[in-house]
């Protein structure tokens, strides 16, 4: 046992010290990926535990976006996660969970999504909406509408509408109501920079041109007259039989 607690203390030694040299190279993309391709070489719960702290440091926003998003490659980390939940007290840490479990499609994640989503914080807000996206149901539907005509921040309102179209990917046989919902959030919305990305996710539920369209190459922006495509789009909705 003792030469065992050894061994892996001498392991996180070395991987602080290969963290500590990917830290140091400015952003080099290359030994981000060195660095992670080390620490995804061990499996033990110490060395997931030390990937788990890992998330606190967030000095670097890319190189912590990178070691996050190889949590998301670990086997079986679900229940280490859930493990983890219960005795978790720092938010940003718990809305990282809650995108892990959900980039993972853990039947776990839309619970927390439906308590994180009620959250004082914004972003975590944020992350319980898109996450409904990739795991929310129809009972889900109301929460998202609600939020799509309810917060303050454009951004979030954009997300609420996006999640419309993640769970059309999902459940195509809840077309109508996503569309009804939209159609709430189309008929109130005054933020034209919000009011595009709803017609986008009406265009694409529904698989009708309404005159704006996504850059294929940049996914956050959006080509066409966005005062033609508001008169397509209340013609079309008022035209839509959603019952």
Do not use: C
Request: charged share 30%.
């Amino acid at each position: 046992m003792m030469y065992l607690r050894k061994v892996i203390t001498m392991n996180i030694e070395k991987l602080e010290e290969a963290y500590k040299h990917a830290q140091a190279s400015g952003g080099d993309f290359t030994e981000h990926l060195k660095f992670n391709k080390l620490l995804l070489s061990d499996n033990s719960y110490e060395i997931i535990d030390y990937h788990y702290d890992l998330l606190r440091r967030r000095e670097n926003m890319d190189f912590y976006y990178d070691i996050r998003a190889s949590f998301t490659r670990r086997p079986n980390i679900e229940q280490f996660l859930l493990k983890k939940i219960k005795d978790e007290k720092d938010h940003n840490m718990l809305a990282d969970i809650l995108q892990i479990l959900g980039t993972i499609k853990s039947s776990y994640a839309g619970k927390l999504a439906r308590e994180f989503i009620q959250h004082e914080q914004e972003s975590h807000r944020e992350v319980a909406t898109f996450v409904l996206g990739w795991v929310g149901i129809e009972e889900d539907i109301p929460i998202l509408t609600h939020h799509l005509l309810t917060e303050k921040n454009s951004k979030l309102r954009i997300t609420a509408a996006s999640a419309h179209r993640q769970i059309h990917f999902r459940l195509p046989e809840l077309k109508n109501k996503l569309l009804a919902s939209l159609k709430q959030g189309f008929e109130k919305e005054t933020d034209d920079e919000v009011i595009q990305w709803i017609i986008v996710m009406i265009e694409s539920i529904a698989l009708k041109r309404l005159g704006l369209r996504e850059d294929k190459q940049d996914p956050d922006i959006i080509h066409g007259d966005l005062e033609k495509a508001k008169l397509k789009t209340a013609k079309f909705l008022a035209e839509l039989d959603l019952g």
